[in-house]
T-cell receptor, first 110, second 113 residues
């Protein structure tokens, strides 16, 4: 079946560091989205990308829709403690259906 | 303005039983999607309801069914529960035309024993 490969699975970072994560697929998507999920909560939409090559920012977050339409990345600059959580990429598989990656868990080093 | 609300928050059922989960969408939203999220995994799309009709379904058996009411709220029903149905069930609401800019509820944690 369709799969999104999201990497890395987890990241240990120091506060203030920049973070980068990405998603790749064997299929072409028309839409890429990035969500963040905190423990005990549902996912929250961070950034939506609708055009190949599109680069979009939301505060310290920047995401890009790959030119091949098979990948996307998310960067977080100058990480802070509240950035801890699980980040998911999701791609539009069918008209009303998203397929999701397995998530990247962000952990702040003590 | 209330966001997406789901009930109950936690539920324990026995194999073979049936369960109904409920979702009230964010005010002004008319589309409801349901997802299953196993521990350590991303959400998996179950189905989407719009205008009280199921308009797209993911790769889930017929034991999973749903309903949308005229006030846009929705129910997810699962029959003949299996141990593998244990998961967090998420409801997401959106406005027709901006389907992927969805708001999620906190989910219902279902445990099947």
């Amino acid at each position: 079946g369709q799969q999104l490969n999201q990497s890395p699975q987890s990241m240990f970072i120091q506060e203030g560091e920049d973070v980068s994560m990405n998603c790749t697929s064997s299929s072409i998507f028309n839409t890429w989205l990035w969500y963040k999920q905190d423990p005990g909560e549902g996912p929250v939409l961070l950034i939506a990308l609708y055009k190949a090559g599109e680069l979009t920012s939301n505060g310290r977050l920047t995401a890009q829709f790959g030119i091949t339409r098979k990948d996307s990345f998310l960067n977080i600059s100058a990480s802070i403690p509240s950035d801890v959580g699980i980040y998911f990429c999701a791609g539009q598989l069918l008209l009303y259906q998203l397929i999701w990656g397995a998530g990247t868990k962000l952990i702040i080093k003590p | 303005d209330a966001g997406v609300t789901q009930s109950p928050t936690h539920l324990i059922k026995t194999r073979g039983q049936q369960v109904t989960l409920r979702c009230s969408p964010k005010s002004g939203h008319d589309t409801v999607s349901w997802y299953q999220q196993a521990l350590g995994q991303g959400p998996q799309f179950i189905f989407q309801y719009y205008e009280e009709e199921e308009r797209q379904r993911g790769n889930f058996p017929d034991r999973f069914s749903g309903h949308q009411f005229p006030n846009y709220s929705s129910e997810l029903n699962v029959n003949a529960l299996l141990l593998g149905d244990s998961a967090l069930y998420l409801c997401a609401s959106s406005l027709e035309g901006v389907n992927f800019e969805a708001f999620f509820g906190q989910g219902t944690r279902l445990t099947v024993v």
